[in-house]
């Protein structure tokens, strides 16, 4: 046991070690003298900010970039002047940007991903406000990804504040300060890098489904056809009891399904819905045809037709997830005339960087029959005043759920109606070869 117990110890103790051994480099020393002295170094950006140069060299040596070099990323540094000549800062974020690729010697494969992200996106088109690398990693503090830090720390909270204490108080949030990684963070199901807007395409709810891989053979169990039900209502809708719910109706590509993209620098929806909507305000059903029509006219090669999906109303209810006790059950929270969730509809497109345009619907467009040709596979039996369909719809679910009953009964009830059909039709032949 105590030969055992001295090899834990060992092989606890060594890394440890290895960690207290790592140095500043004579160079790296070097710069410290200056900038982790007693005299507090700070400098005044042109926008007005104060910005500390103190960079800690212990926080450093703890960090992942502690056999990193200072002047690996401070490339530039002028060795003859710098300390002595003040050099100009635009302000906070100007300097946090003139590093934006200072990280891709290193990093190529997270560079790759962050760049098709929603946030490069926005960055690239000026926002002063997505994050760029040092936003989310501190560069000389950066501890290990498998440390379990805080949620607090989880450099989202710092932008999308609200959302965040929504996360800090549901299911997974007390259950990560419970228990750890086990439960996810933002990033287990947005990922890290390649972040893309929240409604667009289905790798949000594919997320859900690699950690509760039992989830949908579960619901089979009182949901009839819950691959449908999932496809077409985003889980929070059930799982945030809370939450308002409402119909969205989005624009996707009559052959492959996939959502329609704006094109960068070719406004169509704001332009397009304004000019269909008289009032501005919501479109009703002939000004959805004609907004179709026209958006149709101006894209010939990807034919737009809608995809309904019901999607909680705000970003942070999304976050507010309960416990399966008090999900959604009651199929007459849909089903039924005058279900809440369908009171509210709205039309969206993704924009260029996948965030998602919308503009308000009349919700009586859900009743009309001839919306619905352009709506393919979206339907609550019982939702709308389309008695015809919804009959139609409980015939179909009665036919699934007892089809070989149905088939016997059938088989008998029209037995002899048949017969006279096939004797009329053999008539009929005979007579037409005649
Ligand atoms: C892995 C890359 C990297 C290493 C290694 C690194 N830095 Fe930095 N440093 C940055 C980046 C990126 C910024 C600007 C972004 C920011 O504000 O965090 C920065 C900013 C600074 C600043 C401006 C103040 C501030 O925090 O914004 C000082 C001073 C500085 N670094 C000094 C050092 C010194 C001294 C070392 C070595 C002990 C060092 N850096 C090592 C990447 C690095
Ligand atoms: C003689 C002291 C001294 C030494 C040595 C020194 N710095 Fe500085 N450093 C300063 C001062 C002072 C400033 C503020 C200059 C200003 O206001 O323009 C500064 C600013 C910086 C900044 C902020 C951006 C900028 O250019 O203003 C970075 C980054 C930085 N130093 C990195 C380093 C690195 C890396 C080393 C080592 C290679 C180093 N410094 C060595 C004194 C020093
Ligand atoms: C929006 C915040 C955010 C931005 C922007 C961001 N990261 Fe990350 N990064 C994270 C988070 C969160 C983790 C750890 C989560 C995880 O994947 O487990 C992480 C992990 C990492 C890791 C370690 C894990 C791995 O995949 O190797 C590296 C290296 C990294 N980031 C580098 C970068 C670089 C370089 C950039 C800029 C191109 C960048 N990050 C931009 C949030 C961000
Ligand atoms: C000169 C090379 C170099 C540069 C430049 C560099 N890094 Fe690193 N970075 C490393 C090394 C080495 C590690 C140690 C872990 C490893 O091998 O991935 C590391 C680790 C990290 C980690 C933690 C990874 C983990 O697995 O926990 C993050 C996050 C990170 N770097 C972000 C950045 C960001 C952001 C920048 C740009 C501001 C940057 N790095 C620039 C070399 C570099
Ligand atoms: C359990 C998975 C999960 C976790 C953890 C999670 N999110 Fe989300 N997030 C979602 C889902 C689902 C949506 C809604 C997507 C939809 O429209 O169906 C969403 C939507 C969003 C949106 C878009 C909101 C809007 O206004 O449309 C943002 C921003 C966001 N999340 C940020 C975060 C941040 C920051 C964290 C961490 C504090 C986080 N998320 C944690 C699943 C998650
Ligand atoms: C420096 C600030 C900042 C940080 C840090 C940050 N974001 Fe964002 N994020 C933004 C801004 C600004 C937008 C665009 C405005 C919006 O939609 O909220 C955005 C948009 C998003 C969107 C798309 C929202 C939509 O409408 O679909 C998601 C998802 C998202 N962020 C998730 C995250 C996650 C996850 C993290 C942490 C890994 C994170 N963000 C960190 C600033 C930030
Ligand atoms: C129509 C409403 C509805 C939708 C949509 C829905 N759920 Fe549920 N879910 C429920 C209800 C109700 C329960 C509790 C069932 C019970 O009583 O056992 C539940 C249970 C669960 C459970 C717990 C399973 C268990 O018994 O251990 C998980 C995990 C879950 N849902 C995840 C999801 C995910 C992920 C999605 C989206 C892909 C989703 N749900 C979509 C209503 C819904
Ligand atoms: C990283 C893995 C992970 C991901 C991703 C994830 N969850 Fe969870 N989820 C957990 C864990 C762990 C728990 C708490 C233990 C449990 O009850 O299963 C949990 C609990 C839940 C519960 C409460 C179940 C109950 O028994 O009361 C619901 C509902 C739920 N998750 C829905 C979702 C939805 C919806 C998504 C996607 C938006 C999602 N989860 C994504 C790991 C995950
Ligand atoms: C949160 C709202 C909601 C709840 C709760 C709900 N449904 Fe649905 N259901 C829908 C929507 C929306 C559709 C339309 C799906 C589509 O056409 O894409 C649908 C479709 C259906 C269908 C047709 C499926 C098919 O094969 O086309 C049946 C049957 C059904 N629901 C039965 C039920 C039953 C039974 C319950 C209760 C156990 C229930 N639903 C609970 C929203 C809900």
């Known amino acids: 046991m105590s030969a055992i117990l001295c090899l834990f110890m060992l092989l606890w103790w060594q890394p440890a070690q290895a960690a207290d051994d790592i140095e500043l480099s004579e160079e790296d020393v070097a710069c410290q003298t200056c900038h982790d002295g007693k005299d507090h170094l700070v400098k005044k950006t042109e926008a007005g900010e104060t910005v500390s140069l103190m960079i800690s060299t212990k926080d450093f040596l703890a960090s992942m970039h502690n056999e990193t070099s200072c002047t690996d990323c401070h490339e530039d540094i002028d060795e003859k002047n710098h300390g002595k000549v003040e050099v100009p800062m635009e302000s906070k974020r100007a300097y946090r940007m003139s590093y934006q ?12 991903k962050y760049k098709d992200s929603v946030h490069a996106m926005l960055v690239s088109d000026g926002s002063d406000k997505a994050p760029t690398c040092s936003d989310c990693h501190n560069s000389h503090t950066q501890l290990s990804i498998k440390v379990v830090e805080p949620i607090a720390n989880v450099p989202c909270a710092n932008c999308h504040k609200k959302i965040f204490e929504a996360y800090a108080q549901d299911v997974h949030g007390l259950e990560r300060v419970a228990k750890g990684k086990s439960a996810p963070i933002c990033a287990d199901c947005h990922q890290s890098h390649a972040i893309q807007a929240a409604s667009l395409g289905s790798a949000l709810k594919d997320s859900c489904l690699t950690c509760h891989k039992d989830a949908a053979a579960k619901h089979e169990d009182w949901l009839p056809n819950s691959g449908r039900h999932f496809e077409s209502i985003s889980c929070p809708v059930c799982h945030a009891p809370d939450a308002q719910r409402r119909v969205n109706l989005r624009m996707v590509d009559a052959v492959g399904g996939a959502q329609l993209l704006e094109k960068k620098g070719v406004p169509q929806f704001e332009r397009l819905t304004q000019a269909a909507d008289d009032g501005n305000t919501s479109l009703n059903e002939r000004e959805l045809r004609s907004f ?14 809608l995809n309904g999906r019901l999607e909680v109303r705000s970003g942070v209810s999304a976050h507010q997830l309960a416990e399966k006790e008090k999900a959604l059950k009651d199929c007459k929270i849909c089903h039924q005339a005058g279900a809440t969730p369908f009171q509210s509809v709205v039309l969206t497109m993704a924009g260029p ?4 345009m919308r503009h308000g619907v009349e919700k009586e467009v859900l009743n009309s029959l001839t919306a619905m040709g352009t709506m393919r596979g979206f339907y609550a039996i019982g939702s ?6 919804d009959y139609l719809l409980v015939l179909v679910v ?4 007892c089809v070989p009953i149905a088939h016997l009964t059938a088989n008998q009830l029209f037995k002899g109606r048949r017969e006279k059909l096939k004797a009329q039709r053999q008539a009929a032949q005979t007579a037409a070869e005649k």
């Not at 690729?101 to 790759?112: E, F, L, R, Y």
């Not at 179709?292 to 037709?305: G, Q, R, S, T, Y």
């Open 101 to 112: 690729d200072s990280c891709t010697t290193c990093h190529k494969k997270n560079v790759a």
């Open 292 to 305: 179709l029509k026209e958006f149709n006219l101006e894209n010939v090669d990807n034919k737009a037709i």
């Open 353 to 356: 960087d996948g965030r998602a």
């Open 384 to 389: 709308t005043r389309i008695k015809m369909l």
């Open 398 to 401: 009665l036919g699934v759920l």
